[in-house]
């Protein structure tokens, strides 16, 4: 696929918005550095938490404002899928309207009248084309709106939120007709917080987090990496706590091995893990703890947290830094692809001070003891009865641990 | 196949695409003449009058007028029926009043729209211009049934009025693209602008002739009083069309140095202006 043009080049790209407050004007970034090249008929999704950037990315690729340093280059025309019932006035009738945005979205009279009949039944307004759209309910109101922007050609399309217009027959024309797009070459970019939609139509993703991408990738990876941090972050400051370069401290790997065979790359459930995450340090801290979080391949759910504090240790780190090993004596996963990620904490104000990505992988094979949804260690012994009536009580591991009697 | 390459830089006056700008406002042209049309069907969609409010403002301030020097008996207008002096005069003036009245706020009145969707932002207020003038065409009809009501023919003067119109379009741009530019970010611009353009009227030979400003003021105050650029519009208007004679020269000159001046550096304050007029309205 080398060799394609690339349609879309972000250089550096930076967002400043001041906001008046009432006393003084603050100013934030909206976007920090933002680098992106977007191949000629690829689909990129970005996605990212409200607030991370999204809209203030669309908005600069629209030319509805400009950055405030860095460079945006496009190659071919552009226009962004989204719904324009805003340009509409509620006098005017259904007709005059489509006429009316579609001259606001840049298309010529006569290529509005040639795509009319197309843009009518499109947003199922038939009956009411002549009708002020002041008369229209809602739900038609948009669905007009959004059938002219659906119908632009552009080289380059900005497709934002498209899954939250309309109902469900409608959403999924509008799927639809960005798969046609899509087919004929049009450069794509998807900007969603509907994951699954950025999945199935997207190539490759980018994660925004506080402006800045975080991560990039294949549109699952991304996706699976958006699940994992959204477990981090802090509803109550509507920050993520990732901030590893002011706390002082930085995960820098984690490894998994199996003590018994330090070359193999998969696991057998049952058999024994050690996970080393080494991390280094700024200055020293203390009353910290470390924890691991097991997740599923796509990131979304959370299958175990073991952590350093659980019963209420606390851990004090010097500079430059160390490893630290975690043991699990008997794998509990069945087989499966699971992505591993760490987190140090600071257990005096519950901040996370910093974060490994689970960019770690765990493959696991089915070993010899299951084939369940996961395997949970017994241990077992036999009792005989005298009457000769045999019965499996439950075994006492903490006192037979490992040892069949 | 050749594509455009758009590209979106920081804003910087010292960088002015200029000739950029107006490519791409070319391919806009079919939305300038959309929202023009519409801009004109809407007003008078929701009124009752219709039409007629184009001739009611000029008429009214007309017929106030004519009362009090009626009832003062002291008509400033020589040997021509003041009611047609002063409406002559008054036909060019409430195009410009309400046209960059109007205009001024065009940005600020189209928040949802500036916010959503890109396109040459300057087709906003040139669409109030628009309309202003289609204003003007409908009030100048009524001009010609006065004409006829007081026997007062066309003379070869009357080509004066082409530059005049010109002048005063030009006028409108410019101060209209830098009016409603200033309004993004200065909000007074549009509340100061009623007051202005009421000392403005006052400060133009509308109601009252340019040569009587010329007698009574000594000749520094009278070079500061041509200065307005509407001095020499309005009174080439008047002069062109009912007055039979041409227009006062230095008058004409002034104005159309102004707008020859204002026009460029407002249409380059203006794109400097748009690139973050999403962020602030």
């Known amino acids: 696929m080398s060799g394609r043009p690339i349609d879309l080049t972000l250089d550096g790209v930076w967002k400043q918005y001041r906001l008046h407050t009432r006393r003084h004007a603050e100013t934030f970034w909206a976007l920090k550095d933002v680098n992106l090249d977007v191949p000629r008929g690829a689909s990129l999704g970005v996605i990212g938490r409200n607030g991370a ?53 840049g298309m010529r009279r006569r290529e509005i009248a040639a795509k009319f009949d197309r843009i ?35 080289d380059v399309l900005l497709v934002d939120e498209v899954l939250a217009v309309g109902d469900a027959e409608f959403q999924a024309k509008c799927l639809q007709r960005i798969q046609e797009l899509k087919q004929q070459g049009t450069t794509n970019l998807f900007i969603s917080h509907d994951l699954t939609a950025v999945e199935r139509l997207c190539d490759s993703a980018v994660l925004l987090e506080a402006g800045a991408i975080v991560a990039s990738g294949s549109s699952a990876e991304v996706v699976a990496s958006y699940h ?35 070359q193999a790359v998969a696991f057998r ?58 043991f699990c004596e008997a794998l509990p996963l069945k087989s499966g692809s699971y992505s591993i990620g760490a987190l140090v ?61 | 196949m050749s594509r455009t390459t758009t590209v979106f830089e920081p804003p910087a006056l010292g960088r ?78 409430t195009t410009f009043s309400s046209g960059l009245t109007n205009a001024s706020t065009a940005l600020t009145s189209h928040a949802a729209l500036l916010t959503k969707v890109y396109f040459p932002r300057e087709i906003l207020p040139l669409t109030y211009i628009v309309a202003a003038l289609v204003d003007m065409a409908i009030s100048s009809m009524v001009l010609a049934l006065l004409m006829l009501w007081y026997g007062v023919p066309l003379a070869a003067t009357a080509i004066w009025i082409v530059p005049a119109i010109a002048l005063l ?42 040569t009587a400003v010329k007698k009574a003021l000594p000749p520094s105050l009278y070079a500061l009083y041509v200065l307005n650029p509407m001095v020499g519009i309005v009174d080439t208007f008047r002069r062109g069309l009912v007055l039979h004679e041409s227009p006062d020269g230095p008058a004409l000159v002034v104005s159309a140095v102004v707008v020859a001046v204002i026009v460029p550096a407002a249409y380059i304050y203006f794109k400097y202006v748009e690139l973050t007029i999403a962020d602030a309205v």
């Open chain 1, 120 to 154: 009518v039944q499109f947003a199922g307004v038939e009956t009411f084309i002549d009708t002020p759209v002041k008369w229209y309910s809602s739900g038609m109101y948009v669905r007009l709106g959004f059938a002219v922007a659906a119908h632009m050609d552009p």
């Open chain 1, 53 to 105: 950037g999204k809209s203030t990315l669309l908005k600069l690729l629209a030319g509805i404002t400009a950055p405030t340093r860095g460079r945006i280059v496009i190659q071919g025309t552009i226009a962004a899928l989204i719904e324009v019932g805003s340009g509409f006035h509620p006098e005017l009738t259904g007709r005059e309207n489509v006429f009316l945005s579609g001259a606001i979205l």
């Open chain 2, 169 to 210: 379009i030009g006028l409108l741009v410019g101060l209209g693209l830098l009016c409603s530019a200033l309004q993004v970010h200065y909000r007074d611009v549009g509340l100061a602008m009623p007051v202005l353009v009421q000392i403005w009227l006052f400060a133009t030979p509308v109601l009252y002739p340019l």
């Open chain 2, 16 to 93: 002015p695409q200029t000739l950029a700008a107006l490519r791409r406002l070319r391919q806009f042209a079919d939305l300038f003449v959309t929202l023009s049309i519409h801009r004109i069907r809407v007003r008078y969609k929701q009124s009752r009058l219709g039409l007629l409010w184009a001739v009611i403002q000029p008429l009214a301030i007309m017929l106030v007028f004519t009362l009090m020097f009626t009832v003062l008996r002291t008509a400033p207008s020589g040997n021509v029926p003041f009611p047609l002096f002063a409406y002559a005069a008054l036909i060019p003036w």
């Open chain 1, 269 to 326: 459930t049952g058999t024994s893990v050690t996970l080393s995450l080494r991390y280094a340090v700024a200055r020293p801290l203390s009353n910290v703890e470390f924890e691991l979080r097991y997740y599923s391949a796509d990131g979304r759910t959370c299958i175990a947290a073991p952590r350093t504090g659980e019963h209420g240790d606390a851990l004090d780190l010097k500079p430059p830094g160390g490893v630290i090993d975690f």
């Open chain 1, 345 to 405: 904490r600071d257990l005096t104000t519950s901040r996370i001070l910093a974060w490994w990505d689970g960019e770690t992988r765990l493959y696991v094979q089915s070993g010899p003891a299951t084939d369940a949804q996961f395997y949970l260690p017994h241990t077992w012994r036999v009792e005989h009865d005298e009457t000769g009536v045999a019965s499996v009580p439950v075994a006492d591991s903490a006192r037979h641990r490992g040892q069949p009697t």
């Open chain 1, 228 to 262: 994992r941090r959204l477990s981090l972050w802090d509803p109550a400051t509507g920050q993520t706590t990732i901030d590893s370069p002011r706390s002082g401290v930085a995960l820098t790997n984690l490894a998994v091995r199996n003590p018994d065979e330090p």
